[in-house]
């Protein structure tokens, strides 16, 4: 009776999602409301997790209950803890939450809503959360171990030491391609730089209050912090009204730019107790409360979709980014379906902490699930708006000019329509002088936040502080990424250069510290200063970089685990990493190559800096170089940026061909032939309570 | 003054208790300090001659490993 009432129970489930699914792929012309595409996404969610996550843990890795794990083994109280399976999802939630599944989505709605709803409901399940879990298995059974010495024990010491210059490379241009994304948001607007800016001093009294004052009481310490920085975001009002005070916050992009290049070298520098951690604690509680305060509005709110289904920009040709569907959709939206860094993470800390092997289901797949519904909501905030204020927030100022009138006129143009007026009242509405050409996704995402959450809790000026409440909440955990992944590169530069000339690698050694430090702000800098110079806007030319260097990376964490999967002789199961890994692989390899060879200047690289190269030689300017040597510096850009584009396309290559070999070779052994850590039973009492 | 809670209500509180401490916890992993009374009592169990760390010793020790070589974070 009660298998029949689950198996019918499931069966409805599956109808009301096809259903669901149904109404958001097929209704066009006229708009559907948002609670459609929530309902499909969570009914398919909860599908996908209930049968392929069952399967993958039962039938593929079979996940061994009676096993000890590296916590169990190692337990030392501190880093290797066994820890109840509920906890430790908070805990990895939190660790793979980041910037990625808000901007992404947010800006493959230039497609309408429904390319990128697809991509995340499929990618996630049999993509994104596949990595997660199978890196986060192999990781526990592996002593965990980080990505990278798995990757040197299987595949070999030059695909390890491959994947690390990978890693490196992703982790620049992550940084660089955030800190884009705040200079964005904050150009131009008093309001926003000043709550932001206020962020600072309210962290720096934070850390000594919890070093010196009251030690470890971090509860009471954060309370103090968010409300500081609620009120922060009311007095920011009143700066942005006062006319002496507006001035003195407002700043253009390059000089952020180098505000922000100076706020990351000296924020890694600093003890982490007292920048860093603060911030950390801060952001970390607004992130997952803001995202929980979102979902909860959208649900209460139901607004309509205003985007249409799709848009006739998945011919390329679209403002926002260019590039058709295929490869660039899976591209821009990258962290909301798959991303590489969560199996870094899932390689990190939380292997050390898991009580049973069981648990990496709900665990590894079930968070990016939980990561993917983030981004289902990024998405529906972005869709919610008119597509006029869309386009007029995305697009360059080189498509829409600066002006209310010429922004709808050229938007008008595209086909959608907007007045002048609903232009400038939107911005009057959230506190800001101008919408026009706020790329980056979060002041879109920001804005459609604010609309939802208004649109829950009326009232006068609520529109503008959600408003800078979200670009507050999204700037300061990029802030905080940007200080974290300084370090971070830092130490991954120690460890590289350590490898040639050992004692670089001394972290007590201030001067290695220091050089390490400025190669890697150097690093990110430059390209963070390219972005405010660039013709096409910045985003446009940086985001896809970093996508394609997401999805090499998660490319990579596939192909190691495909060659495992050979390596345990369960081969014939290796399907379910190595379809999604043949897919990014495509993805990423075309991505790249038509950003390299591609003869539209739009899209492709070295076609762009032709263009200029060839201005230049009759010594003409295109906006909005305005001097020689400004056209000579966006010509360097460009054969910079191919490259780079060049290097993650040889990257994931090379480790693509190591893999072939070691799984060739795997294939020809006798016996498996995986590194695993030896099998040792949990200790009866143990195994009866889990 | 209140009649003391019944057999029913403690459970009841029991259940609310252990609720709020697995939601500390997880808030407190979530930004990577973990549990010190689990600490403590491992040092206990499983190292009797050792003192553990004072509370303000091991916060900063976990706050100062959460940045450390070989962590990484998410986009």
């Known amino acids: 009776m009660n298998a029949w009432a689950s198996r019918i129970g499931w069966a409805l489930l599956s109808l009301f999602a096809a259903a669901c699914l149904g ?3 097929l209704r066009r012309g006229e708009t559907i409301n948002a609670m459609w595409l929530i309902a499909a996404a969570g009914s398919v969610f909860v599908i996908g997790y209930r049968f392929y996550s069952r399967f993958i843990a039962e039938k593929a890795l079979r996940l061994d209950a009676t096993r000890a794990t590296p916590a169990q083994l190692r337990n030392d109280g501190l880093d290797y803890v066994p820890t ?9 939630f939190a660790a793979i939450a980041g910037a990625g599944p808000l901007v992404g989505p947010v800006l493959a709605s230039q497609m309408g809503y429904l390319p990128g709803t697809l991509w995340i409901l499929v990618g996630v399940i049999f993509a994104g959360a596949v990595q997660d879990f199978v890196t986060l298995f192999l990781s526990t059974r592996r002593d965990a171990r980080s990505l990278g010495e798995m990757i040197r024990s299987e595949l070999g010491p030059t695909a390890g030491g491959i994947a690390m210059v990978g890693i490196l490379a992703i982790m620049i241009m992550l940084i660089a391609v955030l800190a884009l994304i705040v200079v964005k948001a904050l150009a131009s607007s008093p309001w926003g730089l000043f709550t932001v800016a206020a962020t600072i001093p309210i962290a720096l009294f934070m850390g000594i209050y919890l070093r010196h004052l009251r030690p470890g009481k971090v509860g009471e310490v954060s309370l103090i912090g968010i409300v500081s920085l609620v009120l922060a975001v009311i007095v920011g009002g009143h700066v942005a009204a006062d ?51 979102l979902a909860v509005a959208i649900l209460i709110a139901a607004p309509d979709l205003k985007m249409p289904a799709v848009t006739r920009f998945i011919d390329g040709s679209g403002p926002v980014w260019s590039g058709g569907l295929f490869p660039f959709l899976f591209i821009t939206i990258a962290c909301g379906a798959v991303s590489g860094f969560h199996s870094l993470v899932s390689s990190g800390t939380t292997p050390k902490m898991l009580a049973n092997e069981r648990d990496a289901r709900v665990i590894g797949y079930g968070s990016m699930l939980m990561e993917a519904c983030v ?94 409440y979200a670009i507050l909440f999204e700037a300061l955990f990029i802030l905080t990424t940007i200080d974290a992944g300084t370090r971070i590169g830092r130490f991954m530069v120690q460890d590289l250069v350590g490898a040639v000339y050992a004692p670089f690698r001394n972290t007590e050694s201030w001067a290695a510290n220091a050089l390490a430090t400025t190669v890697c702000v150097g690093g990110w800098g430059w390209f963070l200063y390219q972005g405010v110079t660039d013709p096409l806007g910045g985003i446009n030319t940086l985001w896809p970089l970093f996508g394609i260097a997401n999805q090499m ?33 495509i993805c990423t390899l075309t991505a790249g190559t038509l950003k390299v060879f591609s003869a539209d200047p739009k899209i492709g690289f070295l076609a762009h800096a032709r263009k200029f190269g060839e201005a230049l030689a009759q010594e003409q300017l295109i906006a909005p170089a305005k001097s020689l040597e400004q056209m000579r510096q966006i010509v360097l850009n460009d054969r910079i940026d191919a490259a780079l584009a060049l290097l993650f396309m040889s990257v994931v290559i090379a480790v693509f061909v190591l893999g072939v070999r070691a799984a060739w070779q795997a294939l020809r052994a006798p016996a498996p032939s995986a590194q695993e850590a030896p099998y040792v039973a949990l200790p009866h009492a143990a195994a009866a309570r889990s | ?23 500390a916890q997880t808030a407190n992993l979530a930004i990577g300090v973990g549990d010190y009374e689990a600490y403590v009592e491992h040092v206990r169990r499983n190292h009797p001659g050792r003192t553990p760390m004072t509370h303000a010793e091991w916060f900063r020790a976990r706050q100062d490993a959460r940045y450390a070589r070989g962590t990484s974070r998410c986009c």
């Not at chain 1, 109840?84 to 990895?92: N, Q």
């Not at chain 1, 009057?428 to 995402?445: F, K």
């Not at chain 1, 192909?559 to 043949?582: C, D, E, Q």
Request: charged residues 10%.
């Open chain 1, 84 to 92: 109840e399976r509920s906890v430790l999802f908070g805990h990895h």
């Open chain 1, 23 to 25: 109404v958001v792929a």
């Open chain 1, 243 to 293: 006319p002496v005070w507006a001035a003195a916050f407002t700043f253009d992009a390059k000089a952020l730019a180098w505000m922000l290049i100076a706020y990351g070298f000296a924020a890694s520098v600093l003890p982490v107790w007292l920048l860093l951690a603060p911030r950390d604690y801060l952001s970390t509680f607004m992130k997952i409360g803001t995202v929980a305060l």
């Open chain 1, 375 to 468: 981004a289902i909501m990024a998405l529906t905030a972005a869709c919610v708006l008119e597509p006029g204020i869309y386009f007029a927030m995305n697009a360059p100022a080189a498509a829409i000019g600066t002006t209310p009138e010429t922004a709808a006129a050229a938007i008008a143009n595209w086909g959608f329509a907007v007045t002048p007026e609903l232009l400038s009242n939107t911005a009057r509405d959230i506190g800001e002088t101008t919408i026009l050409s706020r790329a980056g996704g979060a002041p879109t995402l920001a804005v459609g936040m604010a609309q939802i959450l208004h649109s829950v809790m009326p009232g006068a000026g609520s529109m503008a502080f959600w408003y800078h």
């Open chain 2, 1 to 23: 003054m209140l009649p003391p809670p019944g057999p029913e209500q403690q459970r009841l509180i029991e259940r609310l208790h252990r609720a709020w401490r697995k939601a």
């Open chain 1, 553 to 585: 990376l998660a490319g990579i964490a596939l192909i190691f685990a495909t060659v495992t999967l050979i390596k345990m002789k369960r081969g014939h199961y290796a399907w379910i990493t190595a379809v999604p890994m043949s897919w990014l692989l």
